[in-house]
């Protein structure tokens, strides 16, 4: 059995917010970025879903600028990837028009002639992206423009896209008689509670509905012609889609972790904010996953679903989740197994789509805010030039019929474990065991491998703890004897001597901070296994007057700084090099004993609060660090990286900030020199990081928010365990 093939496509949403146009091109750099076309060849794909957006190309009435489809169309031919021609994404064209004028049928076909005439080759065409879900999103729920919220706005905005891709093509069809529809749509399914079966099974129906009218199903006889002449359609639009069919030659199925939706009309077990109705019944609206006590049937299911209903082709055109990379490589080798499986049992599976590949931004908000929110895909663009991530290589594999080898793979998904639960299971949980080789964690007492402890639980990562008495990082044999004991994939060295006074006359800093990093780095580098160790902002003089970035030469002023330098020459001289993270002075919900975890309550309780108002630094925030860190990890980067929370400040404009963030008197922190802190150690005057490679950590401003609810939560949190325990 021949596999399916890899295909390939960028976060492409032009939608309309108001009259603000949100262009995923534009935010992802991948409209105006030279060298994109090839990155994406690179992978090995045969097709790539290409943005020949109507929006983008024809911004202005009558004036069409065909310069960047021209060059990437060509540079795509040259690498033997053909396109499949995507014009209108979740948009509603350009500004004169919109998905309730009755125009924009005739519009679209217009320039889909136009676009037909100047590229004759293109064999593949969208005409319309999701056309169900955008009417969804445009005319039903309000999101997008043109705002609307009721059924009649949800049809007129569906038929008019449907009415659209059959014009469309019949006009690249006069170009190109040979031109195949792939036609895209979410299917994600719904279930429910007994009382609330009818709402959940005209939800299923309506799914179909692009497909379904397409290919000139909806007669009335159907399902659903009730409800579109309620919602407006006239009986001969609808007779006339009937008549003139135009089904799809393959049908892009597209299945996201948070379309299945399950609705229960027990209200009181849920939060308000996910709860609404229909007229008849109250109900809460959530996300299966996190409800059902059964897995998900996920891709298979839907392939399975569409090619039965249909008897055509099929392929996964959209396949992406935003979340940590771990979980990202999972999502991806479970829709290839999927389509692998489906295709085996005699159905026509084409192809597997990576998708946004090149990132996505603000799609936490459904593209509604401008937040900047990013979340990356196979290449992470916060690099310059975009850095692969662990995604890229994992799609060569697939591409090249290979079996995905990195091991975070083998552990299951967060959909998949019981952990996913956000509310009580409605019927039996249902859960994969964790399983895979492990990731080891040296330090298991200290702060930073507490925290990596808890990032890995949640992410599913099988990881193992290790004190000094099960490895010391430091003594070879003992360091031996625990990587042949686990077999780990990836070491994180979270130990070391952080006492930074101290450290001006112990001794014993130099063996934990200098003699241990280097003994398990070149035992790693010996077993050819991943490793991640940190070093310190506190290796600078702090003369630069601006952020340290990679590149640039250490200059530590004490003993602390000194040891981290040196340890960091004898790591970067291993053979296998690990990633070295330059981080700087934590604060995370976890630890009561940090600078933030100090002073708050000290402002609580009205008093001052005394802090260095000549020392520059970048506080990071824990859990974001050891997100950042895994991410890295998994990705196979190596060399020197500084991860620091992006802004720089004072330590007591640090405290002021934390102050504000918290609802406290800001007027209370208490600005001072260093000389009168009794500091033994000198500290560098700005020791603020930067990063040629990546900025990919969140904002200060953003940590500091999150900071003051965690802890609150963890403070909660413990009170009630020591209510418990007293009970």
């Known amino acids: 059995m021949t596999r399916p093939e890899l295909w390939a496509g ?7 917010v108001g009259d603000d146009f949100h262009d995923q091109l534009e935010a992802s750099g991948f409209g105006a970025r030279p060298g994109d076309i090839g990155r994406l060849a690179g992978l090995g794909i045969t097709r790539m879903r290409f943005p020949l ?4 190309t024809e911004r202005r009435r009558g004036h069409l600028d065909w310069t960047w489809p021209d060059t990437a169309l060509r540079q795509l031919a040259e690498a033997g990837v053909k396109p499949v021609a995507g014009l209108v994404h979740h948009g509603s064209g350009p500004a004169w028009t919109n998905l309730l004028d009755p125009a924009f049928p005739e519009l679209l076909a217009a320039y889909a002639a136009l676009a037909a005439q100047r590229y004759p080759d293109i064999e593949c065409w969208t005409p319309v992206n999701e056309p169900l879900t955008t009417a969804r999103f445009s005319g039903l729920y309000g999101h997008w423009y043109p705002h609307g919220t009721d059924d009649r706005s949800f049809v ?10 059959v014009l469309a093509m019949r006009e690249v069809r006069r170009v190109n008689p040979l031109a195949q529809l792939l036609q895209t749509e979410d299917v994600g ?3 429910s509670t007994p009382a609330l079966a009818y709402q959940a099974h005209f939800e299923n129906l309506r799914r179909w509905l692009s497909f379904d009218l397409l290919c000139g199903r909806v007669g009335r006889t159907h399902d659903m012609w009730r409800y579109l002449r309620a919602g407006g359609a006239t009986e001969q639009e609808l007779d006339l889609l009937q008549a003139q069919p135009c089904p799809p030659d393959v049908f892009g199925v597209n299945s996201y972790i948070t379309s299945a939706r399950h609705l229960d009309d027990r209200t009181w077990l849920y939060p308000a904010r996910v709860c609404g109705g229909n007229g008849i019944h109250r109900y809460a609206d959530v996300e299966a996953v996190r409800v059902l006590g059964s897995l998900p049937g996920g891709f298979a299911q ?3 679903e569409t090619a039965g209903r249909y008897a055509g082709a099929v392929a996964l055109t959209e396949v992406h989740l935003g979340c940590c990379r771990d979980e990202q490589l999972r999502w991806l080798a479970q829709a290839w197994d999927a389509a692998v499986t489906v295709r085996g049992e005699g159905h026509d599976v084409r192809a597997v789509t990576c998708w946004a590949v090149f990132g996505a931004v603000d799609w936490d908000s459904l593209v509604t805010r401008r937040d900047g929110h990013y979340e990356p895909g196979l290449w992470d663009v916060r690099s310059d030039p975009p850095r692969e991530t662990a995604l890229a290589g994992l799609a060569r594999e697939l591409a090249a019929g290979r079996t995905p080898a990195h091991p975070a793979v083998a552990a299951p998904g967060w959909w998949e474990r019981a952990d996913r639960l956000g509310y009580n299971a409605h019927g039996e949980l249902v859960a994969r065991p964790l399983s895979g080789r492990p990731l080891l964690i040296a330090g298991a007492s200290g702060t930073l491998g507490q925290a990596f402890a808890r990032i890995c639980k ?4 099988p990881f193992v703890m290790l004190t000094r008495s099960a490895m010391d990082v430091a003594d070879p044999a003992s360091v031996h004897a625990a990587l042949e004991h686990w077999q780990p994939w990836a070491v994180i060295n979270a130990t070391g001597y952080v006492r930074v006074d101290d450290a001006e006359s112990d001794s014993r800093q130099w063996r934990d901070n200098v003699t241990g990093p280097e003994v398990l780095a070149r035992a790693c580098s010996a077993a050819g296994i991943r490793l991640a160790g940190f070093s310190s902002d506190l290796v600078f003089d702090g003369l630069k007057g601006e952020p340290y970035v990679e590149s640039d030469m ?5 003993e602390y700084g000194r040891a981290k330098c040196e340890a960091e020459r004898l790591m970067l001289s291993c053979a296998l090099q690990p990633l070295v993270i330059r981080t700087a002075a934590f604060f995370g919900p976890w630890d009561p004993h940090n600078f933030l975890a100090a002073g708050l309550p000290a402002l609580a309780r009205g008093e001052t609060w005394t802090a260095a108002s000549d020392q520059v ?3 990071t925030y824990v859990p974001d660090l050891a997100r950042a860190t895994l991410d890295l990890l998994i990705d196979g980067e190596q060399g020197l990286w500084h991860l620091a929370n992006r802004g720089s400040v004072s330590w007591a404009g640090f405290a002021a900030m934390a102050a504000g963030a918290a609802g406290l008197d800001a007027a209370l922190v208490q600005p001072a020199a260093t000389s009168c802190l009794s500091q033994r150690a000198l500290r560098p005057r700005q020791s603020a990081l930067g990063s040629r490679r990546g900025q990919i950590m969140p904002t200060l401003d953003d940590a500091l928010r999150r900071y003051i609810g965690e802890s609150a939560a963890v403070a909660r949190a413990r009170g009630e365990a020591m209510l418990e325990a007293s009970s």
């Not at 960028?10 to 309309?16: A, F, G, K, S």
């Not at 957006?53 to 983008?56: A, F, K």
């Not at 949640?458 to 990562?461: H, K």
């Open 10 to 16: 960028p976060e492409c949403t032009v939608n309309r």
């Open 53 to 56: 957006l109507w929006e983008r």
């Open 156 to 165: 007129r905005a569906l038929l008019n896209q449907v009415r659209g891709t």
């Open 189 to 191: 399914i719904v279930t």
């Open 302 to 304: 839907r392939l399975r």
């Open 458 to 461: 949640a992410r599913g990562l």
């Open 554 to 558: 250490p200059h530590p002023l004490n």
């Open 617 to 619: 630094v970048s506080p």
